[in-house]
Nanobody
Framework: VQLQASGGGLVQAGGSLRLSCAASGRTLSSYGMGWFRQAPGTEREFVAAISRNGYSSVYADSVKGRFTISRDNAKNVVYLQMNSLKPEDTAAYYC?????????????????WGQGTQVTVSS
């Protein structure tokens, strides 16, 4: 199973980016999906998650109202739309596939991880 995250880059504060996570070797539509991030010197933290069918999603308080997680099960892809970006959003962003079908927030609930894609927000 491989998860490939893409879409990161350098953006000014207030700007937007859309991250994508594509999978091979696993049908993402069978599992909940999540995004996490990790800044240098910090622990990996939860950002957003979406249930298998896309009907349920959950967000970290720090991104609520600015980020939107979505999925296209037909394409086996999950997205993270990030608007109104702030310098404190700067981190490597990781997508992950959950062990079950729900939108879950804990790292241990995920069994497959993609490589990080770097997001840098300048002030």
């Amino acid at each position: 199973v491989q998860l490939q995250a893409s879409g990161g880059g350098l953006v000014q504060a207030g700007g937007s980016l859309r991250l994508s996570c594509a999978a091979s070797g696993r049908t993402l539509s069978s599992y909940g999906m999540g995004w996490f991030r990790q800044a240098p010197g910090t622990e990996r933290e939860f950002v957003a998650a979406i249930s298998r069918n896309g009907y349920s999603s959950v967000y970290a308080d720090s991104v609520k109202g600015r980020f939107t997680i979505s999925r296209d099960n037909a394409k086996n892809v999950v997205y993270l739309q990030m608007n109104s970006l702030k310098p404190e959003d700067t981190a490597a962003y990781y997508c992950a596939s959950a062990r079950g079908v729900l939108a879950v927030t804990t790292i241990l609930s995920y069994d497959y991880w993609g490589q990080g894609t770097q997001v840098t927000v300048s002030s």
